[in-house]
């Protein structure tokens, strides 16, 4: 029998073509994050003012973790966040792991990680929110429709405290980008004043994309 040429590179290559290949952990991807080009267009949108007062802030008056349909907001996030996540009959997350994309460590205890609000409570009281009912701040407080919610390394998340963007960033300048994104994504949709230097850290960024 003639063994053809084409059939012994193909047999010499199989090994190579099945070895696995690490692939590196991808960063969860909340949904609704705009383009490039929609969040600048979104930014220009924003309206710049001076930054509103603190007075009768109470994370309270932002109810959250609600439960819809047997889970609260935080264990929906956790399960949307995670890889290979397991939960109980509670919803609670028993095993997995969660990558974070802002220092782009992973941990597999759900106990490491903290939901963080990408535009923090606190921020959107002092632009805007102070105004709104207990409704509007209950769906701005556990919104999964828009980029709003991410699962993080619980210490990175204390350290970002009440921050905006142009006080801290995530340590990973490659998130840069889709951190902007999601920001001014968020205080589009809910209609959050910005102030100049916020607008300046945000584009800076959105200049990385």
């Not at 397991?86 to 802002?102: I, Q």
């Not at 606190?122 to 207990?134: L, Q, R, V």
């Not at 963007?165 to 001014?184: D, F, I, N, Q």
């Not at 589009?188 to 230097?197: D, E, G, H, N, Q």
Request: hydrophobic share 35%; glycine share 4%.
């Amino acid at each position: 029998m003639i063994i053809s040429p084409v059939w012994v590179v193909a047999f010499a290559l199989q090994p190579l073509l099945s070895t696995a290949v690490p692939v590196p952990e991808p960063a969860p991807s909340p949904p609704g994050i705009p383009s490039s080009s929609t969040a600048k267009s979104e930014l220009a949108g924003l309206t710049v003012a001076a930054q509103g007062s603190q007075d009768g802030y109470d994370r309270d008056k932002f109810p959250h973790w609600i439960t819809t349909n047997g889970c609260t907001t935080r264990e929906s996030v956790l399960k949307r966040d995670g890889v290979n996540v397991v939960t109980s009959s509670s919803c609670a997350a028993t095993s997995g792991s969660w990558y974070s994309p802002y220092d782009g460590a992973t941990w597999t205890a759900a106990s490491d990680v903290d939901i963080d609000h990408l535009v923090p409570l606190s921020n959107a009281w002092k632009f805007g929110a102070s105004s709104w009912t207990t409704a509007d701040r209950t769906a701005f407080a556990n919104d999964l429709v828009n980029p709003q919610l991410l699962a993080v390394t619980d210490s990175v998340n204390s350290q970002k405290s009440d921050d905006g963007p142009e006080v801290w960033k995530p340590s990973l300048t490659s998130y840069h980008c889709t951190y902007a994104k999601m920001w001014v994504k968020v205080k589009s949709v809910y209609k959050l004043t910005i102030t100049s230097a916020e607008k300046v850290a945000l584009t800076d960024m959105l200049n990385t994309c």
